[in-house]
């Protein structure tokens, strides 16, 4: 357990957690009293995905690589990990009756946004890996519906706004998608510098 | 050449750049530097030292960047251990870290002319300055890419180039050679036997050599304090063959280690100060 | 050496990404580009709920530099005091902003010329006040990540920075009749003030919103430029700027809302008869010329005392009526334009059915708050009066859902369309004159009973 420890410590999982769970609450009580906006659902998934963000790479890269471990399937559980454990702080408002969204919605989202950020983080680092989700949500919550004219969603639209439309096959595919390129490149690669 | 103003060649109004008395530094709960007494005039003075003896926590006091806990500090005639005042001293300091951090985006032009500015040279000198202060290092060809392009040798050489720029009375180099090669360390050591004219200049490092063959004169650090001060000679002089002493360390043929005469002085001396404290 | 170093910090720094945010805007060239720049300026302004988080995290990002480069040891020992650096890393920030953002607006305003629809000076006035709320928030991520500068800060403060801005939405009143808003909802960011494409803020109203926006840059430039307890300092410019600002608003929003004279200024033909359209519908003219001359002969063909000349009735929603003095002209609102080029969405035919609704009349204004039924009523008189002018059956009317609120009730129009044409020639031609009377006077009753002689 001990080296589970210290990689958790050397990656500041427990301060990204402490802070994502006392956002989310916040944001699930803020929802409460204003009635439920619209958006908060997806920010709560935003806010625990770029969380992880940081916790991608440690202090020293370069020592890390050096280190012997399996780091591919290491790198796998860690963003498997941050993935269950975004969904579980985002429902976890739903048992004392501040429900944030639907399960199937926040597991859609938090398998498409962590997967992003995993991407980012393997291809931009991981200092930036919040930049993408982020900037893609709210271009989606504000103006990206404009590329498309009023109306029923084309396939097109359902794809690129996928983490604002409700349920359907395009945007769970694209979620999906994501999620695994994401998991699979952050696992081959490691965080960049 | 540079145009030199009435204030740069009037006599010095303190008798020595640097002066201690008695100086401790705090390196968060150690009393890193524990009773230290320096009088540094101009010349290469180098600081040697085991890892943890206080030296890093020496330069960065000296560079004003922590304040000393007790005793006093003057530096160019002003005291500074209040802390206060330390504008006018700041100009005239060159100071690199040991850790060098520096804006990746900026070249290597803008970034000396950067902190050329932060030191707030006459805007008229700077850019001579900062050419110059480059060629110095010879990093010409490298001055307008980006920080970020530079080997590990180019970052430092832009970092005594930055500590340079400004033509301080008092240069503190932590650590200049790390990264650099035999030849770049060469061209160091010129560089550094220029400055010893008129520049107070304290290196600290870890390589005997580097010491021997720039420096006008040498100082030991052990556990924050000075065991010996003299000129390389000396500390090769120092150098002895283990007659008369005591074996305490297992191992070698009796006589002092090290693979030249600097490093053999170095390690006799420590030994004997360990000994003694020990006591 | 300050400029240069400023030049050099605009180059290497997060002057670009400030730039750069403004981008999304250009989003806005798929859609209302047709309405004018003022609608542009509008629906920029509400778009703030998108750029001002945007503005705040690349303010914290680049607060972070210092922390991120590891330069704070080296950055202690130069003499040169910190508020001078941040200083010059907040004007290239500004610049960087306020470029972007100006560039952007004036490629989609150069945009917006060229299609010929209506570019409006209140815009400019009103993109101005944005981007000095655009300015204050990058300060203020300045601030911010000066103040906390984890690695956290720009995510957080940008999701943090979204939810501030559509709270208000979310937690204040809608209004209604009973609960008109406040004045002081103009000082939110997003708000617009409810405003239509013919319509702007008042000027005393944009004055209230610059000072407030001014105010609060100056505060978040004293928060990223002072250090300790200086930084309270920045109370003074948000209260000042706060009270200017209420002083300035009137005591509901809704009086800060005026019609734009330059937006509905007439826009005509050169030849007779002439036809008009307002200056924000100028792309349609065009396309109007040729059916509103049609609906000209029409009802010159089939009514007394006919009207000579087309223009656009602009609606004034405070007085409650149609603010063109002279009706005796055939008058329409609402023309179906596209939003993107601002040209009749529908088919020449089309638009001349719809122009002689009414028999060459808009809706009254007491209609909209009619109960269904007689509102249904109503829509069918003017209908019938449409159908008798251009001899068509009632199958004819279009179904394109541009027009109508709800389709008209086929089963009432052929009723009394049937019943208006059982009537002698001469009568139908009085009865459809009497209706254009009662519309070009806007006399309360019922149209239907006008139109089929009921009830008088």
Redesign the interface.
Known sequence: MRPLRLYLRSRRVPVALATTVTTVAGLAWLNRVTDHTPALPLLAVLVGAALTGPGLAGDDIELDRTAAWRWPLWRTVHIGAAGVAVVAVVTAPAVVGASVAPLGQVLRDAVGLVGLVALTAATLGAQHAWIPPVTWSLLALTVLPRLWPPGEPTLSERVLTWMVQPAGPAPTTTAVTLGVVGAIAYAARGPRR | MRRLDADEIAPTAYAWPIEAQQLRVRAGRRMAVDGLDLALGPGVHGLLGPNGAGKTTLV?AL???VRPASGTLRLLGEDVSAGSG???V??Q?G?L?Q????????TVR?FV???A????MP?AE?PGAVQRAIDRVGLTDRADHRMRTLSGGMVRRAGIA?AIVNDPVILLLDEPTVGLDPDQRLQFRTLLRDLAADTCVVVSTHLVEDVAAACTDVMLIDDGRLVFRGVPADLAAAADNGVGDAPDDGGGAGGARGDSPHERGYSTIMRRHRRERAR | MTSRIVRIEIRRSAARWAGLLSLPLLLFAFGDLGRGSGVLATGHRQTLVLFVPLALGVGAWQARRDRRSRMEELLITTPRPAWHRHTVTAAALVAGVVVGAWLVYALLTGYITAIGAFTSFTGVAVFGVSTLFLVAAVLLGLAVGRLAPWVVTPPLLTLGGFVLMILPEAVLPVESEAHPLPGTRLLIPAETGGVSRFETLTGSALAAQATWAAGLAVAALVLALASGYRRLAAAAPVAVSLAVAASLLPAQARDAVVLDPSAIAAVCTDDAPRICVTAVQRPALADLRDPARDALRILASKLPQAPTSVSEAVLDTRAGQYLTPDRATVLYADLPTTARTGRIAVPAEDLLFGLLIGAGTPPCPFAFDLPRAQRAAYDTARVVAALWLLDRPPSSVPRDPYWWWWLPDDAALTAAYDALLARPADEQRARVAALRAAEVTCVAGDRLATLLGTGE
């Not at chain 2, 850790?99 to 900026?106: A, S, T």
């Open positions: 960065r560079a004003t960047v330390l504008r006018g700041r100009r300091i100071y870290p850790e060098f951090g520096y804006y990746r985006r900026f803008e002319e950067y902190v500015w932060l030191k707030q805007p700077v930055q």
